[in-house]
Every structure is written in structure tokens, then in C-alpha cells.
T-cell receptor
Framework: KAGVTQTPRYLIKTRGQQVTLSCSPISGHRSVSWYQQTPGQGLQFLFEYFSETQRNKGNFPGRFSGRQFSNSRSEMNVSTLELGDSALYLC????????????FGPGTRLLVL | DQQVKQNSPSLSVQEGRISILNCDYTNSMFDYFLWYKKYPAEGPTFLISISSIKDKNEDGRFTVFLNKSAKHLSLHIVPSQPGDSAVYFCAASVGGGNTPLVFGKGTRLSVIA
């Protein structure tokens, strides 16, 4: 079974720009979560989508948004980029069957200059 | 306010010996705990999990122990192998592994041959 895939793997943007990251979950998984990893804060939860609906949201500003499509693929968007948005953005999927584990993709490394 | 703490940023262990990684949490509502391993430039890889109704779970060389009264869990790796060298993250959630994960900041394990 193919794992979680994320595109692009690396991205360089400048302050003020916006960026869209994509995540394709494991086949059959309907839940997709996004996390931000930075050296200072570690891994922090951004939001979770299930069946095209945002089900949980972390403590991030409204510049961070996301969506999920009917095929469970998800995108996250960051508008008006700031230097502090430089991070590894990780996507995780799970099947929602009983207690299930989240499986992570390789991440998108975003650098904001 | 860190709800999940990994107080040792790094740990060095000789090959063949036991590695013990520790994690403390403050939120008594957490009922599901996971350990992930992360190599550079890759997403976290799920290792092992434990529900709060158990105090021990084993999977091959990996064993997780949960002490609810102390709000403490630990990951034992026996025997340690050079390929185990990675950053290990402890994570916790309320309501099972599908809900938003709260991560510790990680412990870098180095297994020396």
C-alpha cells in the first residue's frame, strides 16, 4: 500500500506571498491532519479534516487554512507568509476504524525569505 | 505550557544495550499514547502505542510502559542497534489515536557500535 505523499517536498517563498501544500493520504484513509514542525516549538497540530469537513483546529492564526476534497486529498494554504512560517509541514492520515494510528508523510520543507 | 515533555534532548547508548526514553505528561485527560521515530528529511514513523487501560505494550524489541499515577511513560529498546539512531517523539491524545496529537520535543538517540 502506498504511503502518505506530500508535494512539493521543498519550497522557497518570500515574505507576504502565499503558498499551497498538497497531501494525498493512504488509500482508504479519510482523516487527514496537518502539523508544523519547527526547532523551537516541535511538532504542533494545525488542523484535521474528515470527509471534507474540518473537525479539529489547533491554535494557529487564520492565515493558515486547509481543505479536503472528495477523494480525501487535502491542501493547506498559508497566506501573507512571515519569516516564522519557515518549517517542516507534515501531513498524517488515519482510517478512523476504532483506535487507529496516524501515519505521516515525508513533509514539505518551507523556507520563507 | 507543554503538556507532553521529553526532558532529555539526547541519549547515547552502546549497541546491544537497553535504550530507555522517557516522557512525562500533565493532562490527565490523555488516554492514548504513541511513540514515533524520525530520521532527518523524513516524516515521523509510528513505532508503538498504548491505551490508558494498559500499563505495558510490547512489539518486538520495543516496549512501552505507562504509569498513569505518575503521568509518565517510557520506551524501552532492547537490544539497541545502530539503525535505531534517530529522534524519538512521544505523543498523546484524548479519545484515541485519531484525535489531534500533542507531541513532546523529542529525544535524539545515538546508538554507538
Amino acid at each position: 500500500k502506498a504511503g502518505v505523499t506530500q508535494t512539493p517536498r521543498y519550497l522557497i517563498k518570500t515574505r507576504g506571498q502565499q503558498v499551497t501544500l498538497s497531501c494525498s493520504p493512504i488509500s482508504g484513509h479519510r482523516s487527514v491532519s496537518w502539523y508544523q514542525q519547527t526547532p523551537g516549538q516541535g511538532l504542533q497540530f494545525l488542523f484535521e479534516y474528515f470527509s471534507e469537513t474540518q473537525r479539529n483546529k489547533g491554535n494557529f492564526p487564520g492565515r493558515f487554512s486547509g481543505r479536503q476534497f472528495s477523494n480525501s486529498r487535502s491542501e493547506m494554504n498559508v497566506s501573507t507568509l512571515e519569516l516564522g512560517d519557515s518549517a517542516l509541514y507534515l501531513c498524517a492520515s488515519s482510517s478512523q476504524l476504532a483506535i487507529e494510528t496516524q501515519y505521516f508523510g515525508p513533509g514539505t520543507r518551507l523556507l520563507v525569505l | 505550557d507543554q503538556q507532553v515533555k521529553q526532558n532529555s534532548p539526547s541519549l547515547s547508548v552502546q549497541e546491544g544495550r537497553i535504550s530507555i526514553l522517557n516522557c512525562d505528561y500533565t493532562n490527565s485527560m490523555f488516554d492514548y499514547f504513541l511513540w514515533y521515530k524520525k530520521y532527518p528529511a523524513e516524516g515521523p514513523t509510528f513505532l508503538i502505542s498504548i491505551s490508558s487501560i494498559k500499563d505495558k505494550n510490547e512489539d518486538g524489541r520495543f516496549t512501552v510502559f505507562l504509569n498513569k499515577s505518575a503521568k509518565h511513560l517510557s520506551l524501552h529498546i532492547v537490544p539497541s542497534q545502530p539503525g535505531d539512531s534517530a529522534v524519538y517523539f512521544c505523543a498523546a491524545s484524548v479519545g484515541g489515536g485519531n484525535t489531534p496529537l500533542v507531541f513532546g520535543k523529542g529525544t535524539r538517540l545515538s546508538v554507538i557500535a
